[in-house]
């Protein structure tokens, strides 16, 4: 008698094993005392949906408004159609108040500042993030280098990495709510005297040992990866001898993220707010080598060095062990909707939220598996989705209870939210387009591109109700469709000649027909309640409560072992298992044959058809994990994070190529990881390792 047992719900048959196992691990709430779950799956959803829902009651929202808006949160998460990020399904109605998965602090160069942004400062605010389920970044690069002079103490600096240590052993120190371990990461700039060192942090002997709390990224700009081309030398700069704030400065200028006609729209409203006069000489935009000149002659310049060395070190600690990564500084800021705010110079622990200091962003991701009806996309229930999903995440940002007021401050100046995506891989096997085609690039594209726009017409629908976020300014905001790269330029860059079919092209004319000029317009006329409103996460955890596959991720096996905090599973995947079943092989010798390499590329017992739509991210080349990635960030105003997986045997070559390729794709940030390059992976292929 299901139907008399109060608080069960049949939705709660859509989750898998995993997924209970999982909610049951770390997300129902128990009571503190007895340890007795308090809560099921469903009322879980329904604590996140009325606590953020009630948010509404603040904008004068009536009481049944408020109720119906419950309801539609509840609905969109308990069918799995969409979920927000972990703080928010944890935390939402407890006493932890964290709901936001990403944070960037900033770190000066000095122990502590009046301001609370010194080193310790630092280290005291990820404390209290991590505490609460957040993931944190930092930029070290304004760190003195090590062996530089310490003036009040007369002493010698030990340098960005030493500090870098401290943060992960606390780091390993504080559990999240007794739940899981904090995450970070690390960036360091290319000109930093100490870059040689943070490369090397993590590689060699110290793969398994060293900063295990971290992924590190260096930030490389476009005249360093041009270095590299041309095999040029480029200086490192000590960041204690040129005020950094003028050295960024300059270097922005030079490198055109403002440029003349924004910085003069600047300087102009500046002067006109404070009643001076103008001095367009101000606004001159200097090149690189002016810039390196007034270096020169702050005596900041440490070293020349040769950005072709530099960057196979780079290239050898990515292929050894999975780190550094690279972020692009310039296409990171280049891209930013509010890049009149300042600069961009670090991003989160997985790199999909490029933060201003202090900001924070919570996210929420789009199941895409469950919008695939009778073979075809239901675009307007996606639409649907997208709407309220938006909406929730904007309410998370008032509801959210922040820990620091400079966080709060931050987040609430800009209200940036991300909405992502996941389950894509298992939408295309349901479509049957293979992951590694152009067809699947090209839905990718689409998808991003109707996701944006959606999210970006809600945003601007939240605003005439709510109000634009605090630092909208309609002329300076940078609408980033106009820095999209068209789908067949991704292509051309590539060197791919395929097109996408007739098929594909079908599938998603709709979103030929979105009116981003009318966007902007209506931007324009009634203004937008989010800097940002997408952004691609990797979705760890929630897919496995969706019980999909993650993020724009392609299979990552067709079973295999999954270590988790709370075990081990031995996972086969369903929509595998339909297919053997439709071709009459799912017999225990088949899938346990199948199951020892986890993948069926080179299996000539196996249909053709079935090989070709299950392929597993080692079978992926390179280039399509790329593909997908680029497709993704050209209608994405944060980052798309995403791993470009190899299989062991590649070379460092492959690495190097998949980096260059990266940055000429317009991706914000990149990462590998070869397959066995370390001791401690989550998941393992097939049974056997
Ligand atoms: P989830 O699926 O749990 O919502 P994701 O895997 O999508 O999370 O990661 C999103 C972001 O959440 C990460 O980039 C990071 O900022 C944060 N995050 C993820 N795992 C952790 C962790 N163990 N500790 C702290 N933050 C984390």
Redesign the pocket.
């Given at each position: 008698g299901k139907g008399n047992w109060k608080g069960f719900d049949e939705r709660d048959l859509l989750l898998t094993y995993n997924a209970l196992k999982v909610l049951e691990a770390r997300y129902l709430l128990k009571d503190p005392n007895t340890l007795r779950y308090i809560e099921t799956p469903q009322m879980m959803f329904r604590r996140v949906a009325k606590h953020l829902a009630n948010v509404e009651r603040q904008y004068g929202r009536s009481e049944s408004e408020v109720k119906q808006l419950e309801e539609k949160f509840y609905k969109i998460m308990s069918e799995l159609k969409f979920?927000?990020?972990?703080?928010t399904?944890m935390n939402s109605g407890t006493r932890l108040g964290i709901l936001s998965?990403?944070?960037v602090i900033p770190v000066r160069d000095s122990m502590i500042t009046p301001n609370g942004e010194g080193i310790y400062d630092a280290l005291r605010a990820m404390a209290v993030v991590?505490q609460q389920?957040?993931?944190?970044?930092f930029d070290f690069s304004e760190l003195r280098p090590k062996g530089d002079i310490v003036a009040s103490t007369a002493g010698v600096a030990s340098g960005p990495v030493s500090f870098m240590r401290i943060f992960d052993v606390s780091t390993d120190v504080v559990k999240?709510g007794g739940k899981?371990?904090?995450?970070n990461?690390g960036v360091m700039h290319v000109w930093h005297p100490d870059i040689e060192e943070f490369i090397k942090s993590k590689t060699g002997q110290l793969k398994d040992t060293q900063l295990q709390n971290f992924n590190i990224s260096v930030g490389v700009y476009d005249y360093f990866m041009q270095a590299v081309e041309r095999g040029d030398v480029v200086p490192l700069i000590n960041p204690r001898k040129t005020k950094i704030a003028d050295w960024d400065y300059y270097m922005s200028k030079a490198r055109g993220y403002m440029n003349e006609e924004w910085i003069q729209e600047v300087i102009l409203s500046e002067l006109e707010e404070k009643g001076g006069t103008v001095d367009l000489a101000e606004s001159k935009i200097i090149t690189i080598d002016e810039a390196l000149v007034i270096a020169e002659k702050e005596n900041a310049i440490t070293q020349w060095v040769n950005a072709r060395n530099l960057f196979d070190e780079i290239v050898k600690g990515a292929w050894d062990s999975g780190d550094p990564g690279l972020l692009f500084i310039d296409t990171i800021n280049r891209r930013h909707p509010v890049w009149y705010l300042g600069k961009i110079n670090a991003t989160?622990?997985?790199?999909?939220?490029p933060l201003l200091p202090w900001e924070s962003c919570n996210?929420g991701?789009i199941n895409l598996e469950k919008f695939v009806v009778d073979g075809k996309i239901d675009w307007d229930g996606l639409a649907e989705t997208i709407r309220y999903a938006v909406r929730l995440l904007d309410n998370v940002i008032d509801a959210n209870r922040y820990p620091l007021k400079q966080i709060e401050e931050a987040t609430k100046k800009t209200r940036k939210v991300g909405l992502?995506v996941m389950g894509l891989a298992r939408m295309l096997i349901k479509l049957g387009i293979p992951y590694d085609s152009v067809d699947a690039v090209y839905l990718s594209y689409q998808l991003a591109k109707f996701i944006y726009y959606h999210a970006f017409k809600e945003s601007i629908e939240i605003a005439k109700e709510k109000g634009s976020f605090p630092a909208y300014d309609a002329k300076l905001y940078k609408d980033i469709w106009e820095s999209a790269k068209d789908f067949y330029e991704i292509l051309e860059i590539m060197g791919i000649k395929d097109k996408p079919s007739d098929y594909v092209k079908k599938l998603t004319s709709i979103v030929d027909k979105l009116d981003f000029d009318k966007l902007k317009e209506d931007r324009i006329k009634y203004g937008l309640r989010n800097a940002t409103v997408v952004s691609v996460?990797?979705?760890?955890?929630?897919?496995?409560?969706a019980g999909t596959s993650?993020?724009i991720e392609p299979l990552f096996a067709l079973a295999f072992i999954r270590n988790v905090a709370v075990g081990k599973f031995m996972e086969i995947d369903p929509l595998f298992l339909d297919y053997l079943r439709k071709y009459e092989l799912d017999n225990p010798e088949v899938v346990k044959k199948i199951a020892e390499t986890g993948m069926i590329g080179d299996n000539p017992f196996m249909p053709k058809s079935m090989r070709k739509v299950f392929r597993t991210a080692h079978e992926v080349s390179p280039e399509y994990h790329l593909l997908h990635q680029a497709a993704w960030q050209q209608w994405n105003d944060s980052g798309t994070?995403k791993t470009i997986n190899l299989r062991s045997e590649e070379p460092p070559e492959t690495v190097e190529r998949v980096y260059m390729l990266a940055w000429k794709l317009g991706i914000k940030g990149v990462t590998v990881y070869r397959d066995k390059s370390k001791s401690q992976q989550v998941i393992y292929f097939g049974i056997k390792k």
């Open positions: 979920l927000p990020n972990t703080p399904l998965a990403c944070f991590h389920g957040g993931g944190t970044g999240q899981r371990r904090g995450a990461m989160n622990p997985c790199g999909e939220e996210l991701s992502g996460a990797p979705t760890g955890t929630i897919s496995i409560i993650s993020s994070s």
